[in-house]
């Protein structure tokens, strides 16, 4: 077999179209799956019995469940009931329901991990629950899961090549018409895999640096994030 990358070169438009489209989808999913997750682990840590029981269900039915059954149920459900999305819009929901039950595990963690003193500490300060998480809990425990968030949502940008199913023209998207054409799926696949690979380090760099700002004194004691 005589490896060919040209015809794939010359696409270069369509891979980068892809790219920045997996960069869109990942970002999005990302900012919207901290929101539920760390409302989620809220939830789980309630006092409320059924909130509590509404958000182990919500995150037990994600992460024992495949993302291409959960896209296809928001896809077909949605235009079952007469809602009509484009799929970048699809993707972006599917996704962020995905991550957030995983980013609540993780927040639920650092919530945990917080000492309890500090808990009791705010609670003497006469501060409402909600007031304890906001001004007290989260941003240590954002600080202590941070690496693991970070992992989490690397692995979401790669999972968005699933969305190529409901034809969304994200890089493998774009990657599958590519070798289509071309007839050269070695050459296609071998090159968006380096792609990919070059994403997440993009990703991991700017996770790094947003660390390195939102959390000083990890900087300041030299602490890895």
């Known amino acids: 077999m005589t490896l060919d990358f040209m015809p794939i070169f010359e696409r270069w438009p369509m891979l980068l179209d892809g790219a920045l489209m997996t960069l869109k989808l990942a970002a999005a999913a990302t900012l919207g799956g901290f929101v539920i997750g760390t409302l989620c682990a809220v939830g789980r840590n309630s006092s409320s019995r059924w909130l509590a029981r509404v958000c ?3 995150v037990e039915a994600i992460r024992n469940t495949p993302f291409l ?4 149920l928001v896809f077909f459900g949605l235009s079952s009931i007469g809602l009509t999305l484009d799929a970048f819009t699809v993707a972006i929901i599917a996704l962020t329901i995905n991550v957030g039950a995983y980013t609540g595990e993780i927040m639920r963690a650092g919530f945990n991990s917080v000492h309890a003193g500090q808990w009791e500490a705010a609670e003497c300060l006469g501060l409402s629950r909600l007031q304890i998480y906001w001004h007290v ?3 240590p425990a954002v600080e202590r899961v941070y690496p693991s968030l970070t992992s989490q949502f690397i692995l979401l940008m790669l999972a968005s090549s699933i969305t190529s199913q409901i034809s969304v023209a994200e890089l493998t998207g774009n990657a599958n018409y590519i070798q289509g054409a071309s007839f050269r799926p070695m050459e296609t696949y071998v090159t968006i895999g380096v792609i990919y690979f070059g994403l997440a380090l993009i990703m991991r760099l700017a996770f790094w640096l947003l660390g390195l700002l939102v959390f000083p004194r990890r900087r300041r ?3 890895p994030l």
């Open 137 to 139: 809990v989260l941003r």
């Open 56 to 58: 182990t269900a919500y």
């Open 69 to 72: 059954v959960q896209i296809f």
């Open 221 to 223: 004691l030299g602490t």
